[in-house]
Every structure is written in structure tokens, then in C-alpha cells.
């Protein structure tokens, strides 16, 4: 079945790392993303990562991928108020180009 | 370069009537998908548009429709409104058909409220 799962809210200080989680279902899926939403505003890709690979860094970002355990998760370096969003988990499945969700995690930061 | 615009951004519709909301893609891009993202949810995929055909679905009902134009811009069409149908609809272009969602670009959305 299709289904991505956050957990619903993390609040860390400012200047701390914080870690998103998220496990999906679809094991055929290549591609997986994060992205942020700002209150009324659309979706931001923030990255993305194949499914072949373990890691990936894209500066205070860093993607963890277990395929094993269908886990993915995000690290952001060095938290900024401005990082305060929903993040949303999300796979692709293999042969269609529609992209499954995660319900999403808020993510605050507090001075 | 203007990235993906939606219209309107807010719309009040009352159960049973129909509204269409539209897209302009990025410039560059040809293939358009629509999303439906409910309160606290994350979004759901309703269909896709390349070529001016409906490519893939997701699992709504007939009552949402939609087109493509010769420009690649795309309406969203909801018949016989239901309270459930209240969400942000949004908006995402891409360039060109399969393993483009690296490349998904996504507008700010449609607020529609039925009441």
C-alpha cells in the first residue's frame, strides 16, 4: 500500500540541530523528498534523494536514507527561526510520476 | 522568470455548486498536477495533464475534472460541491512527462471553502 508517516510536531532551540522522521511503504520508489511549507504558502522542494544512495548533504541539510527499514530522515544543521515550517515527507513510486505525502511535521523553533 | 500562479487565491462556494480554479505553469514546463491538501494533512494527488490529456489519476471521484490548454495551463473542475471538498488545491509543473518531480514546481495554491 501507499502510506508515509511523520511524526506530527518537533520544537527545538534555535542554533540546535534538528531531525525529521519518516518511514514510507513503497519500496519501489526511486526517489525521495522533503519539503517545507511556509504558513500560506505552496510546497518548497528543500531536497531529494535516490533511492541507491545512504546520504546526501546539501549545506545545513542532510538526508539519511535506510532502505532496509523504508526510513528517511532529515537533519538540519544549526536551526534558524526561520526554519519554522511543515516539512513534509514524500515518495515517488516506481512507474508514475504522482508523489505520495506524509502528513507532515511542524517544526518550531524557539529562541 | 514567474514561477507557478494559481487563481484565485481564496474562494466560498456553498454545497452543490461548482468552481474551477486555474493554473499557469512555469515557463518552460508542459505537464501540470493537481494536488488536494486538506487541514493538517499532507497533499493527495488528484491527476496529471501532458499534452492536454488527463496521463494519471489519483483516486477522487468523477465530480473533479480537469483541462489542459494549447499554452500547458490547466483548470481544476469540482462539480456538485461537498463539504469535504474544502482544502488548498495546489498547483505543480513540471518539464516534460516521468521521473520529473526533482523538477516539480509548485504554486502557493487555491483556498476553497464550502460551506
Known amino acids: 500500500g501507499e502510506d508515509v508517516e511523520q511524526s506530527l510536531f518537533l520544537s527545538v532551540r534555535e542554533g540546535d540541530s534538528s531531525v525529521i522522521n519518516c518511514t514510507y511503504t513503497?519500496?519501489?520508489?526511486?526517489?525521495l523528498y522533503w519539503y517545507k511549507q511556509e504558513p500560506g504558502a505552496g510546497l518548497q522542494l528543500l531536497t531529494y534523494?535516490?533511492?541507491?544512495?545512504d546520504m546526501k548533504q546539501d549545506q545545513r541539510l542532510t538526508v539519511l536514507l535506510n532502505k532496509k527499514d523504508k526510513h528517511l530522515s532529515l537533519r538540519i544543521a544549526d536551526t534558524q527561526t526561520g526554519d519554522s515550517a511543515i516539512y513534509f515527507c514524500?515518495?515517488?513510486?516506481?512507474?508514475?510520476?504522482?508523489?505520495?505525502f506524509g502528513t507532515g511535521t511542524r517544526l518550531q523553533v524557539f529562541p | 522568470d514567474a514561477g507557478v500562479t494559481q487563481s484565485p487565491t481564496h474562494l466560498i462556494k456553498t454545497r452543490g455548486q461548482q468552481v474551477t480554479l486555474r493554473c499557469s505553469p512555469k515557463?518552460?514546463?508542459?505537464?501540470v498536477s493537481w494536488y488536494q491538501q486538506a487541514l493538517g494533512q499532507g497533499p493527495q494527488f488528484i491527476f496529471q495533464?501532458?499534452?492536454?490529456?488527463?496521463?494519471q489519476r489519483g483516486n477522487f471521484p468523477d465530480r473533479f475534472s480537469g483541462h489542459q490548454f494549447p499554452n500547458y495551463s490547466s483548470e481544476l473542475n469540482v462539480n456538485a460541491l461537498l463539504l469535504g471538498d474544502s482544502a488548498l488545491y495546489l498547483c505543480?509543473?513540471?518539464?516534460?512527462?516521468?521521473?520529473?518531480?526533482?523538477?516539480?514546481?509548485f504554486g502557493s495554491g487555491t483556498q476553497l471553502s464550502v460551506l
Open positions: 534523494i535516490f533511492s541507491n544512495m
Open positions: 505543480a509543473s513540471s518539464a516534460g512527462q516521468g521521473r520529473t518531480n526533482e523538477k516539480l514546481f
Open positions: 513503497d519500496s519501489s520508489s526511486t526517489y
Open positions: 514524500a515518495e515517488s513510486p516506481a512507474n508514475t510520476d504522482k508523489l505520495i
Open positions: 495533464y501532458y499534452e492536454e490529456e488527463e496521463r
Open positions: 515557463s518552460g514546463h508542459d505537464t
